[in-house]
């Protein structure tokens, strides 16, 4: 390959030095913003080679070294630039670019890297010493937003499902089980401050919540501000927050964004869980006099045998009623009804998580440790749609689903809590966290 490479480098009769400089310099001074390349130009200035080649010349490099030309580019324009100010280079006349010499700007470009010249040490010892190795940063879009996007084809999936490596070592995987992030006092006030935004203003008087936040750190007041400001920049950065419309005799200076509000209402799926709930407590009644879990029949299934219409299978085209059945239900053995079903009784019984480890405030308690019954169910149900639709997840996975909803102090509260209550399970000790049977019995629940 490398040899058909270099046989195409000798036909184009041009240096492929030469070529990439002649790229770069192009790009950078006639491309504009997008650096679009000038392909009449090239091709005067590189007879031999041809237009053809040039193409695939470009296509190729640009495949082959993005980095190495982004580098360059970069090198060049600053290298120009100090140039010109020095009377070295003249500026070209863009009403005539034709008459510029750019032969000689090429020539010139190649004389003037912009390198700084490295030497490299023979030993690795030495090496490791002197220099320090990163991984490239790479930009791209998160596979997972591409894989679970509704318009995504079954192809593309499979795309995005194979784009990055499936595995950790295992000390990746023991290291990752024993870190705990450790929260400073930005992440605190962060807490507060969104919590401060789900806080009725009619309850506490502006004196109460002056108070409150006084009790943030044991700093001078002009640390807690500069925190506070911090952290209201970034919660503002992250549209969580934004500033809100005050009364003329008071009124908090910031509110939830409207962006933040509709996110947790779409995710939430408040109504399926309801309605999951509705169809339980309907159960329960139907089945009174037994203590039996359920089993479905289908009834007047509809007669299918080549397809509904002869000859047409395309069924993304059936209307959704030749899809309508009827459906028995009847009782098992195993039917649990609610007042049996311990989990209800334990997550009654512990209440949702109030606070972190370092006194931080979930969003679903106020300013003052009021408990939002609605927002906390929310999040709940949230979370574990979110656990049922994906699978395994970890503690940043939960917080990037249904970003930007959950920090990531509260989704390890969940999980602790939901640990405890039932909700979530693990096969074993350092199995992965699954959902339990009833999380959609639990997840919409008040709670008192």
Same mark, same amino acid.
């Given at each position: 390959?490398? +040899?058909?490479?270099?046989?195409?480098?000798?036909?184009?009769?041009?240096?492929?030095?030469?070529?990439?400089?002649?790229?770069?310099?192009?790009?950078?001074?006639?491309?504009?913003?997008?650096?679009?390349?000038?392909?009449?130009?090239?091709?005067?200035?590189?007879?031999?080679?041809?237009?053809?080649?040039?193409?695939?010349?470009?296509?190729?490099?640009?495949?082959?070294?993005?980095?190495?030309?982004?580098?360059?580019?970069?090198?060049?324009?600053?290298?120009?630039?100090?140039?010109?100010?020095?009377?070295?280079?003249?500026?070209?006349?863009?009403?005539?670019?034709?008459?510029?010499?750019?032969?000689?700007?090429?020539?010139?470009?190649?004389?003037?890297?912009?390198?700084?010249?490295?030497?490299?040490?023979?030993?690795?010892?030495?090496?490791?010493?002197?220099?320090?190795?990163?991984?490239?940063?790479?930009?791209?879009?998160?596979?997972?937003?591409?894989?679970?996007?509704?318009?995504?084809?079954?192809?593309?999936?499979?795309?995005?499902?194979?784009?990055?490596?499936?595995?950790?070592?295992?000390?990746?995987?023991?290291?990752?089980?024993?870190?705990?992030?450790?929260?400073?006092? &930005?992440?605190?006030?962060?807490?507060?401050?969104?919590?401060?935004?789900?806080?009725?203003?009619?309850?506490?008087?502006?004196?109460?919540?002056? +108070?409150?936040?006084?009790?943030?750190?044991?700093?001078?007041?002009?640390?807690?501000?500069?925190?506070?400001?911090?952290?209201?920049?970034?919660?503002?950065?992250?549209?969580?927050?934004?500033?809100?419309?005050?009364?003329?005799?008071?009124?908090?200076?910031?509110?939830?964004?409207?962006?933040?509000?509709?996110?947790?209402?779409? &995710?939430?799926?408040?109504?399926?869980?309801?309605?999951? &709930?509705?169809?339980?407590?309907?159960?329960?009644?139907?089945?009174?006099?037994?203590?039996?879990?359920?089993?479905?029949?289908?009834?007047?299934?509809?007669?299918?045998?080549?397809?509904?219409?002869?000859?047409?299978? /395309?069924?993304?085209?059936?209307?959704?009623?030749?899809?309508?059945?009827?459906?028995?239900?009847?009782?098992?053995?195993?039917?649990?009804?609610? +007042?049996?079903?311990?989990?209800?009784?334990?997550?009654?019984?512990?209440?949702?998580?109030?606070?972190?480890?370092?006194?931080?405030?979930?969003?679903?308690?106020?300013?003052?440790?009021?408990?939002? /019954?609605?927002?906390?169910?929310?999040?709940?149900?949230?979370?574990?749609?979110?656990?049922?639709?994906?699978?395994?997840?970890?503690?940043?996975?939960?917080?990037?689903?249904?970003?930007?909803?959950?920090?990531?102090?509260?989704?390890?509260?969940?999980?602790?809590?939901?640990?405890?209550?039932?909700?979530?399970?693990?096969?074993?000790?350092?199995?992965?966290?699954?959902?339990?049977?009833?999380?959609?019995?639990?997840?919409?629940?008040?709670?008192?």
């Amino acid at each position: 390959m490398d +040899e058909k490479r270099a046989i195409a480098d000798q036909q184009t009769g041009a240096d492929s030095n030469e070529l990439v400089a002649a790229f770069v310099v192009i790009r950078s001074l006639l491309g504009g913003v997008d650096k679009v390349i000038d392909w009449g130009l090239l091709a005067r200035l590189f007879p031999t080679v041809g237009l053809p080649s040039l193409r695939r010349f470009w296509a190729r490099i640009r495949k082959e070294k993005a980095s190495f030309l982004s580098k360059a580019t970069q090198d060049f324009q600053e290298s120009l630039i100090a140039a010109i100010q020095a009377d070295e280079i003249a500026i070209p006349d863009y009403e005539r670019p034709l008459d510029y010499d750019w032969e000689g700007l090429i020539r010139w470009a190649m004389r003037h890297p912009n390198q700084e010249q490295l030497h490299l040490p023979r030993l690795r010892e030495k090496f490791h010493q002197e220099f320090k190795l990163d991984d490239d940063a790479n930009n791209s879009e998160d596979w997972k937003e591409k894989f679970f996007h509704p318009q995504s084809s079954v192809y593309s999936r499979f795309e995005a499902a194979t784009l990055q490596p499936g595995s950790l070592t295992i000390a990746e995987v023991t290291q990752q089980s024993k870190v705990q992030p450790t929260l400073g006092t &930005v992440d605190i006030a962060r807490s507060w401050i969104r919590s401060l935004c789900c806080t009725s203003e009619t309850e506490y008087t502006p004196q109460d919540v002056k +108070e409150r936040f006084s009790m943030l750190s044991q700093d001078t007041s002009q640390r807690n501000n500069l925190v506070l400001k911090t952290a209201i920049e970034q919660l503002t950065r992250e549209r969580v927050i934004c500033k809100s419309k005050r009364a003329p005799f008071g009124g908090r200076p910031y509110k939830l964004h409207e962006g933040y509000t509709s996110v947790l209402a779409k &995710v939430a799926h408040r109504q399926k869980y309801l309605d999951a &709930v509705a169809f339980k407590n309907d159960l329960d009644k139907a089945f009174q006099t037994t203590n039996e879990r359920i089993r479905i029949t289908a009834a007047t299934v509809p007669n299918i045998p080549f397809g509904f219409e002869p000859g047409n299978y /395309e069924s993304r085209k059936y209307p959704k009623s030749y899809y309508h059945m009827d459906l028995d239900i009847q009782s098992t053995q195993s039917y649990l009804f609610n +007042e049996d079903i311990d989990i209800l009784q334990v997550a009654q019984r512990v209440g949702p998580p109030r606070e972190g480890r370092t006194r931080e405030i979930p969003q679903w308690v106020d300013f003052f440790g009021k408990l939002d /019954e609605q927002r906390w169910a929310d999040i709940l149900g949230a979370v574990c749609f979110a656990f049922n639709t994906r699978g395994v997840m970890s503690v940043k996975g939960m917080c990037d689903a249904i970003a930007p909803i959950l920090d990531v102090f509260e989704a390890q509260l969940i999980v602790s809590w939901g640990l405890e209550t039932g909700v979530f399970a693990r096969a074993t000790h350092r199995s992965n966290i699954t959902l339990g049977e009833w999380w959609w019995l639990v997840a919409q629940r008040l709670w008192n």
